[in-house]
């Protein structure tokens, strides 16, 4: 693995079903973030993790949620999907946050809910 | 309320130099982070100013005005690979980055 990764590239998903998104990161970051990414909108933050064994809440949490069991690990639940979340999806990570430290982003997954 | 904006979409030569601006209105300020998009992949790191002034790097130069929450991203020697989209982000109050919607920066040869 060299940098972040992430499973998987592309997924095309009933309404109603139970999702997980994949994020592995081997720079030993401390901080990690989930983004999506729509058109003509910036990138909103979904949840964040400063470190293992603790979570955030960003912009858009609802419908989410997340775990950070490891420093290298940081997956994304979608637990019901629904049409609004089809959107692209990019993990990131960094050293500390707030120290200017830039965030480093997975190639991110293409979510359609239908 | 917090805002990022940037123009939508911007349209420069081969050869020439381009300013994409960026202005914004944060509940606090930890530093402006640049970032290039082509379209289909992640986002990458161009810069990081958390002061007044002017860094630059190569072709690519970036200012900050805390004073008038103003940054821009200065663009010489365009190259048709410098067509790609160019992300403005707020480190704010609470660290996390706050982002513009982006600039689609069109090169004509």
């Known amino acids: 693995i060299a940098g972040i990764t992430q499973a998987p590239t592309s997924q095309i998903l009933a309404a109603g079903r139970r999702m997980t998104l994949r994020c592995t990161q081997d720079m030993r970051h401390n901080a990690m973030y989930w983004y999506r990414q729509d058109l003509g909108l910036g990138l909103r933050l979904i949840h964040y993790s400063n470190t293992a064994g603790t979570t955030g809440k960003g912009e858009v949490p609802d419908g989410y949620s997340v775990s950070r069991a490891n420093t290298d690990d940081f997956p994304l639940t979608l637990a019901s999907a629904v049409p609004s979340q089809t959107s692209v999806y990019f993990c990131?990570?960094?050293?500390?946050?707030?120290?200017?430290?830039?965030?480093?982003f997975g190639p991110g997954t293409r979510l359609t809910v239908l | 309320g917090q805002n990022i904006d940037q123009p939508t979409e911007m349209t420069a030569t081969e050869g020439a130099i381009v300013q994409i601006n960026c202005t914004y209105q944060?509940?606090?300020?930890?530093?402006l982070f640049w970032y290039q998009q082509h379209a289909g992949e992640a986002p990458t790191f161009l810069s990081y100013?958390?002061l007044d002034g002017l860094e630059e790097k190569g072709r690519f130069s970036s200012f900050l005005s805390r004073s008038k929450g103003y940054s821009y991203l200065l663009l010489k020697e365009l190259q048709m690979k410098d067509s790609a989209s160019y992300l403005c982000a707020v480190t704010g109050s609470n660290y996390q980055l706050i982002w513009g919607a982006g600039t689609k920066l069109i090169i004509k040869p």
């Open positions: 100013n958390v």
């Open positions: 944060t509940s606090g300020f930890n530093g």
């Open positions: 990131a990570s960094s050293g500390l946050a707030g120290e200017g430290n830039e965030q480093f």
